[in-house]
């Protein structure tokens, strides 16, 4: 950027109708501001020779939060990340917990297969207990003893 910036700086986390409002007014006062996120920042940069326009009533009103607990935790050039909705947590609280409760032999987690009837397209969930081990932790713990293993049947192959 060759031109000179003034830069608005906002921490994050924010509530989702706050963020939403302060970039529908930014954005619509001045039409040239870009906005760039790095992380748990949210920055708004306006050229310093832009004047603002006129927001009018109507797009000057609050933006309303679907869930009103959901925040914007962070943002960057990859997407945003955003607290998940006490409506559904909740909800998957439930469903992880009569889950475990029907599996009851499971170690730590538990794998389900979904598939959407519209695409054809399968998703994985996993619901996992915190005090336990990972699908990846456990993964990676038994491919450090396969590798242990691969090497002493090495060495036993090479003294024979």
Known sequence: MSEE???????????????????????????????????????FLIPDGSRPRKV?????KPQEATEPSTALLECGP?????????????ACLEIMKASFEQFPDAENYLEQRLWDRESGK????????????????????AER??????A????LEAAA
């Open 78 to 90: 990859d997407g945003i990340s955003i607290s998940t909705p006490e409506k559904l947590a909740a």
């Open 5 to 43: 910036m003034t830069r608005i700086q906002i921490a994050l986390p924010l509530p989702m109708d706050v963020a939403a409002t302060v970039m529908s007014l930014i954005g619509t006062a001045y039409p040239d501001a870009l906005m760039e996120g790095k992380g748990h920042n949210m920055t």
């Open 122 to 141: 399968g998703y994985v969930m996993h619901f996992q207990r915190l005090e336990g081990k990972s699908p990846a932790e456990l993964r990676e713990a």
């Open 152 to 155: 002493r049947i090495a060495e």
């Open 145 to 150: 003893k396969l590798a242990v293993a691969e």
């Open 56 to 60: 009018s009533k109507a797009k000057s």
